[in-house]
């Protein structure tokens, strides 16, 4: 018998989005200097709306008001003081949550009972857990001096997520902040600058300038600001630190990754295969610390596989708004091709690929989940980050090759260990480069820990009480 | 019910002969299972829990589950009325509405079968009876196979045993093997489900291994819970023993139903249930001969939103049987 899900559409109606969108200087919106570009829905290619492209003048501008809001207000607050516009902030974002995931799930492409379930509710986590330090600073180990105006460049993955881990601890410890949104995904972020007013943040404190890669380095090249706080990719993160290199800036950048999920024989089998599923397809594998290298124990590879693609089969590809949808969009027409262009060379190269049987949409950006078996540490699908719902296997036989591949990666974000013997977990997890590593799950995120990667995937920590040492001297 | 491809089943009686060969072959291939992680389960039932089930989806789920519903009372106070009484709700759920389904079976003590099954007839509702010293199980085996006996000549289709917890716990898994394997052998043609108790067992490790040790026995059905013991079913645990018979049914060939029992009272948790079966041990399984919920209020619950769906209106209780 078959039971198909009637479609469950989340409403639209909630959202309003604007014909078009200024840039957030000053507690206002303005027009931007710039050639507007538009943001399209991922799902659909329906334009969304137009968005103002900040020049260098408007990030000059941006920066300006944060200096003024940074020397007159907001550094002569009181940490309770401020922790009141963050307790604010955080209580406003679960007002409108709906809304919020709704708007991300159009402007992203993700399903929307990730943005509904997950991005959403740590959003307003990370406001307030860090409202809970902004009055306990002198505790924290790193000083109470905030650095003054923060630069911010955020990617398109979790567009408002990112927003919170970059925003909230800087307001927290006392700067101000310009962030600058990705250009595919700008909306969630001009309702956060719209949430800021409701809230009665003093203007100035927090500015937000839409763009693309010009608008971001002007930002980070101006004189103005501080610190420079960037999530991305690791050739921009490369660019970014030799721009400031020999300036009195400080960084901290949150690259990409390659992480190695390891499965040992004596795993959980059915939940590790959850953790495979949730480490590579969770918002369509568009995550840096995403578990791209599947490293399975060679005597149980067979099974692990024959159960991963069973669960691959049984995962919802389709419009994000359904609250059914597993799967989503990919979030642009550049980042489908680039997929698209490792999976040829991981084909070419001599893998074996499956993908799940799913019918995709005809209009928009989709990419079925695919799972690469027969894959070496020789192949590029192996190495390079592919940003997308594309698994590399490899198998190993001990634990010490396991520990070498899995370390052999110029990434170093995260990393899985699935196995029921708790030493093991403990013995490996030592051994692993990686900024984070999961025992027995993946992909699970909490303000209270801090995240952040090991050589080419950056330096600096974000979350936890190691997120406050960015943002305070 | 069971459905069994001869080549494999020959397989199965292999296996069974190895690992039952004694308590320490036995007790090394339970062990020997893959373990079961506590939050991953939890955390995969709760994301199946999410799913949202409308409109012809939900149609399809309401009455699927009236299907499934093994309609019970297992009270000291039962007699002979109360059961002719919930005897004919299980024909007819819904007098108002002739194109409402019968539920799978009603569920009594033994010595109620015959008057269950006065009412019953060929109606194609089947009589379940708990037996084996239903609910602690706590008897000498000659009693538990009478009990057993008397029940499947009363008239009873399906019996439903309980394993003896307390020899499972203390590992003597060899024991708990024997004791269903006779039970089996006592049902006759009758089918057999296998209660765990799961509440007692409490660890999703002993969830799995149970499964397996009953589905070997012979089990045509693995069912969470009496009923009498909190917590009885729950998502995660049913869906640990739906992934037991998935890959049983992949070892062996054979196909072993699953019944959660027990704390299932509204339909919305009902279609939960359903959502698990379908997308963790498939299709196959949606269908009353291999999936059944032990519920007596569930009925109601489901029942009413039924009417809700097919008139766009909510009725009050009154609207529906009490028994």
């Known amino acids: 018998m078959v039971f198909e899900y009637a479609p469950a559409p989340e409403s639209r109606s909630i959202v309003d989005i604007k014909p078009s969108y200024g840039l957030f200087i000053g507690g206002e919106f303005v027009d931007g200097g710039g050639t507007s570009f538009k943001t399209v829905n991922p799902a659909t290619e329906e334009v969304l709306a137009e968005v103002a492209e900040a020049d260098s003048d408007d990030v000059d501008r941006a920066v300006k008001a944060a200096r003024k809001a940074y020397d007159k207000v907001w550094s002569k607050l009181s940490g309770a003081e401020r922790a009141k516009y963050l307790y604010r902030i955080a209580r406003i974002i679960q007002e409108r949550s709906r809304e919020l995931a709704v708007l991300e799930s159009i402007d992203n492409g993700k399903p929307i009972k990730e943005s509904r379930d997950v991005d959403v509710p740590l959003v307003a986590a990370h406001f307030f857990y860090y409202a809970g330090w902004a009055d306990k600073l002198a505790y924290a180990g790193f000083g109470t001096t905030p650095l003054g105006v923060a630069g911010q460049v955020i990617p398109w993955n979790f567009p408002l997520l990112m927003l919170a881990w970059k925003i909230a601890p800087a307001l927290a410890c006392g ?299 | 019910m069971t459905a069994t491809s001869p080549t494999r089943a020959a397989d199965l009686d292999g296996v069974v002969s190895d690992v039952t060969r004694s308590d320490a072959t036995l007790r090394r291939f339970l062990h020997g299972l893959p373990g079961v992680d506590q939050v991953g389960a939890e955390a995969r039932a709760a994301g199946l829990g999410t799913r949202s089930i409308k409109t012809t989806a939900k149609a399809f789920a309401l009455d699927l589950a009236i299907r499934m519903v093994d309609l019970t009372t297992l009270e000291g106070q039962d007699t002979p009325g109360k059961v002719r009484a919930l005897a004919a709700k299980a024909m007819r759920p819904d007098p108002a509405d002739p194109t409402c389904p019968s539920t799978a079976a009603v569920c009594v003590y033994p010595d109620m079968v015959a008057d269950v099954k006065q009412v019953l007839g060929d109606s194609g509702v089947h009589i379940a009876a708990v037996a084996t010293a239903f609910p602690s199980g706590r008897a000498a085996m000659d009693i538990k196979l009478a009990d057993t006996r008397d029940a499947v000549e009363a008239g009873a289709d399906e019996i439903d045993m309980v394993i003896d917890r307390g020899a499972f716990l203390a590992g003597r898994y060899l024991q708990v093997f024997e004791e269903i394997a006779a039970v089996r052998a006592a049902c006759g043609d009758a089918h057999l489900k296998v209660i765990f108790e799961t509440g007692e067992l409490q660890t999703y490790d002993n969830v799995r291994r149970a499964s397996w040790l009953a589905m070997l026995a012979g089990a045509h059905f693995i069912k969470t819970s009496t009923g009498k013991v909190q917590p009885a079913a729950t998502l995660p645990v049913t869906l640990v023993m739906l992934e037991a018979v998935r890959d049983f049914r992949e070892t062996t060939g054979q196909m072993v139903g699953v019944k959660p029992a027990g704390g299932i009272r509204t339909a919305k948790d009902a279609i939960k249930y359903l959502v698990v079966v379908n997308e963790v041990a498939g299709s196959d399984w949606l269908d009353p001969d291999w999936f059944r919920f032990g519920a007596s209020t569930l009925l109601n619950d489901l029942l009413m939103q039924r009417t809700k769906m097919t008139t766009g209106r909510y009725s009050g209780p009154d609207y529906f049987t009490l028994d």
């Not at chain 1, 004189?223 to 999530?231: L, N, P, Q, S």
């Not at chain 1, 979030?331 to 001599?350: D, K, T, V």
């Not at chain 1, 995709?360 to 799972?371: D, E, I, R, S």
């Not at chain 1, 699935?418 to 303000?447: C, H, M, Q, Y």
Request: hydrophobic letters at 40%; a negative charge; one cysteine or more.
């Open chain 1, 175 to 473: 700067n101000t902040v310009v962030l600058k949104p990705a250009e595919t995904t700008p909306l969630t972020a001009l309702l956060f600058a719209e949430i800021c007013q409701q809230a009665d943040l003093p203007p100035g404190v927090v500015n937000i300038v839409t763009g693309a890669g010009a608008t971001g380095q002007a930002l980070v090249e101006h004189e103005g600001i501080d610190k420079v706080a960037f999530t991305g990719s690791t050739d921009v993160g490369k660019a970014i630190a030799r721009a400031v290199a020999g300036t009195e800036k400080r960084v901290t950048l949150e690259l990409g990754g390659k992480a190695a999920n390891i499965v040992f024989d004596d795993a959980p089998i059915d939940q590790a295969v959850e953790g495979i599923v949730n480490g590579i397809f969770f918002n369509q594998g568009h995550v840096c610390c995403a578990g791209s290298r599947l490293l399975v124990q060679e005597n149980v590879a067979d099974e692990v596989l024959a159960r991963l693609k069973r669960r691959m089969a049984t995962l919802r590809v389709g419009d994000p708004l359904d609250k059914n949808t597993d799967v989503g969009a990919i979030n642009s027409a550049a980042q489908l091709a680039r997929i698209r262009e490792l999976s040829e060379i991981g084909a070419a190269e001599g893998a074996e690929a499956w993908s799940a049987p799913c019918d995709l949409p005809t209009q928009g950006y989709w990419f079925a989940p695919t799972v690469f078996t027969g894959v070496t540490q020789a192949h590029r699908i192996a190495r390079e980050e592919i940003f997308g719902p594309v698994l590399s296997v490899l198998t190993f036989r001990t634990p010490a090759e396991a520990v070498e591949k899995a370390n052999n990666t110029p990434y170093g974000l995260s990393a899985g260990v699935w196995t029921e013997k708790g030493s093991r977990i403990l013995k490996i997890a030592d051994k692993l480069r990686a900024g984070v590593v999961w025992a027995n799950t993946f992909n699970k995120f909490d303000p209270t820990s801090p995240f952040g990667g090991y050589k080419e995937s950056g330096y600096g920590r974000e979350g936890g009480r190691h997120g406050l040492e960015a943002y305070l001297r």
